[in-house]
């Protein structure tokens, strides 16, 4: 149940890749893999003439999947200054988090209670109570705490696997 809808990711700078490929195959439905969207993701000119580029910026940004999402077809939206509140209203959302001194993408997929539940491309599906996951959701200085949504362009509902389920809250505390 722990990894049951998400990608797990392989590679030390890779959770952008794993948390795009998780959306876009437990959200959208798509077959897609961590290692497909790394390689499109590391295809980019500026990261064939500098691949240490990804390693200096800790991995891929979100302005990184929001290209590759708009490129296979679907529409990438980054939200700002966003509250817990918007999170519920628009997930499930990749949202990054500092752990450990550690900057990292997760998936906010819903919350119950004073749980948040997390899709982890480094640990699998988790809870945490909402004050720790609020101490680290990044807060940046221009934008707030951000966000980001990758939509159908055709307004087609979503299959939505990541849609929380009561179960998922009991067995991950």
Not at 24 to 41: I, N, P, S, T
Not at 54 to 65: A, K, T
């Given at each position: 149940?722990?990894?049951?809808?998400?990608?797990?990711?392989?590679?030390?700078?890779?959770?952008?890749?794993?948390?795009?490929?998780?959306?876009?195959?437990?959200?959208?439905?798509?077959?897609?893999?961590?290692?497909?969207?790394?390689?499109?993701?590391?295809?980019?000119?500026?990261?064939?003439?500098?691949?240490?580029?990804?390693?200096?910026?800790?991995?891929?940004?979100?302005?990184?999947?929001?290209?590759?999402?708009?490129?296979?077809?679907?529409k990438g939206v980054g939200y700002g200054k966003l509250k817990l509140e918007d999170l519920l209203e628009k997930a499930?959302?990749?949202?990054?988090?500092?752990?450990?001194?550690?900057?990292?993408?997760?998936?906010?997929?819903?919350?119950?209670?004073?749980?948040?539940?997390?899709?982890?491309?480094a640990w699998g599906n988790r809870t945490m109570s909402v004050a720790d996951f609020m101490q680290h959701w990044i807060?940046?200085?221009?934008?707030?705490?951000?966000?980001?949504?990758?939509?159908?362009?055709?307004?087609?509902?979503?299959?939505?696997?990541?849609?929380?389920?009561?179960?998922?809250?009991?067995?991950?505390?």
């Amino acid at each position: 149940m722990r990894r049951e809808n998400v990608v797990i990711q392989q590679w030390d700078l890779s959770c952008g890749a794993a948390a795009l490929a998780t959306l876009l195959r437990y959200q959208h439905g798509e077959d897609v893999d961590e290692k497909e969207v790394a390689v499109a993701l590391m295809k980019r000119e500026e990261y064939i003439r500098n691949p240490q580029l990804v390693q200096g910026r800790e991995g891929f940004s979100l302005l990184d999947l929001k290209r590759h999402a708009d490129a296979r077809g679907y529409k990438g939206v980054g939200y700002g200054k966003l509250k817990l509140e918007d999170l519920l209203e628009k997930a499930p959302l990749i949202v990054p988090v500092s752990v450990n001194g550690y900057n990292h993408f997760v998936i906010f997929r819903g919350m119950a209670r004073d749980r948040v539940l997390l899709a982890d491309p480094a640990w699998g599906n988790r809870t945490m109570s909402v004050a720790d996951f609020m101490q680290h959701w990044i807060d940046y200085p221009s934008l707030g705490h951000i966000g980001f949504a990758v939509q159908r362009p055709d307004g087609i509902a979503a299959p939505n696997a990541l849609q929380p389920r009561a179960e998922d809250f009991v067995a991950l505390n």
